[in-house]
């Protein structure tokens, strides 16, 4: 079965939602520079809500170990996600300062990406691949870019690896087919107003990638 991730939930609504419809994680952004970025103080509540109801994910860009430390306490997540340009050795050290598996995005525009991925693939427990960021973007994802999938063709994947990137309700079923990754990743896709959920396109998420699943 796919693992599907519902990133940058804000609200209780929208990760009711993304609960409700059986996501199998679901992100909480701490990054200020976000329209999805959400306080530690606003995360503690969100986290409360979703605890044993799905895999919390925290994403977090280039942190400091003060900062691993303070979203570990305040949110008490499952996994880190880290989306800035932390090498293997930084990810490797965030996730023994965490005890956390890790989730490592990278964005991916061409081979030369991927072959630089797949080198930042040790030390996380999950490679995520994403649309590389526009030049001079504030924030590294979520910006509702596609990748070319041809770039994956023939590589060697790691076991556990995740796409993302533009994906919608319309195209995640095409994508579960043709490359069937571990799990895939939302935020834009979901959204109808930047950085804002939309609980009819989370379940439509959700339910095409279960379809994609059973055919």
Do not use: N
Request: contains cysteine.
């Amino acid at each position: 079965m796919t693992r599907v991730k519902i990133c940058g939930l804000t609200t209780p609504g929208t990760l009711d939602a993304a609960l409700d419809a059986g996501a199998d994680m679901v992100g909480l952004v701490h990054v200020p520079a976000s329209p999805r970025h959400v306080s530690l103080v606003d995360g503690a509540l969100l986290a409360a809500r979703a605890r044993g109801r799905a895999a919390l994910v925290a994403l977090l860009v280039d942190p400091d170990d003060a900062q691993v430390s303070a979203v570990c306490a305040a949110l008490g997540p499952d996994l880190l996600q880290l989306h800035g340009s932390e090498d293997a050795a930084r990810t490797a050290a965030i996730a023994r300062l965490s005890g956390r598996p890790v989730i490592k995005a990278c964005g991916v525009s061409d081979r030369a990406d991927l072959d630089a991925a797949l080198a930042l693939a040790h030390g996380a427990q999950h490679l995520l691949l994403d649309a590389r960021a526009p030049a001079g973007a504030a924030y590294p994802g979520g910006h509702g870019a596609v990748f070319d999938w041809d770039v994956l063709e023939g590589a060697a994947l790691p076991p556990g690896w995740m796409l993302s990137g533009g994906l919608t309700p319309d195209s995640v079923a095409g994508a579960v087919a043709r490359l069937r990754p571990w799990g895939v990743d939302v935020s834009s896709g979901v959204e109808r107003v930047r950085g804002v959920k939309d609980p009819d396109l989370i379940r439509a998420f959700v339910s095409a990638v279960r379809s994609a699943d059973a055919a």
